[in-house]
């Protein structure tokens, strides 16, 4: 699917403006270039003794089914500190960069508002055994619920992306 980003050029508004290698906008007319590079995100799987946390998506793309804490990384930041603050807001939950542990890495495709992102996405996990549900302050306009979800009661078809389905089966394996 290719992102409907520019069908003219932004520089010169010629129509003939190409997409390449699934990533680079050319304008043969002025040289216009502009990659469309791959964006970095972050989720996490936080491990308590009540289960492990998923969200339930407030919006789409997956609006309803489940999803990992974590977002794209912001202009500036590095993974972690990107992944501590996307807990904060989401969850209103405040753990140290540190502490969060890398085990996966996946390519995504996330659709959003007529521009296809290609992600890169980091997958860590984090041992909270004590987090419960009073713990935690959702925000309502990205997750509509939350969940602890026991391993062996956990359906994987319900998660809502390819790249979080394939970290979470590997996590439930290997950790
Ligand atoms: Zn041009």
New binding site residues.
């Given amino acids: 699917m290719e992102p409907l980003m520019f069908r003219y050029?932004?520089?010169?508004?010629?129509e003939?403006?190409s997409f390449e290698q699934n990533k680079v906008f050319r304008?043969?007319?002025?040289?216009?270039t502009y990659y469309h590079n791959t964006a970095a995100a972050t989720a996490c799987i936080v491990r308590s003794n009540a289960g492990l946390l998923f969200l339930v998506r407030n919006k789409e793309p997956g609006k309803g089914k489940l999803d990992l804490p974590g977002g794209f990384v912001d202009p500036g930041e590095g993974a972690m500190d990107g992944l501590r603050r996307e807990f904060t807001e989401e969850l209103g939950l405040n753990f140290k960069p540190e502490d969060f542990k890398l085990f996966a890495s996946f390519p995504n495709i996330y659709p959003y508002k007529n521009i296809t992102y290609n992600t890169c996405d980091l997958f860590f996990y984090i041992d909270a055994p004590d987090l419960t549900e009073k713990d935690l302050q959702p925000e309502e306009a990205e997750v509509s619920a939350v969940l602890f979800i026991k391993k062996e009661q956990l359906d994987i078809e319900r998660i809502a992306f390819e790249s979080v389905k394939k970290a979470v089966g590997l996590f439930l394996k290997i950790v």
């Fill in positions: 050029c932004p520089a010169c508004a010629s003939k403006i304008c043969p007319g002025c040289g216009f």
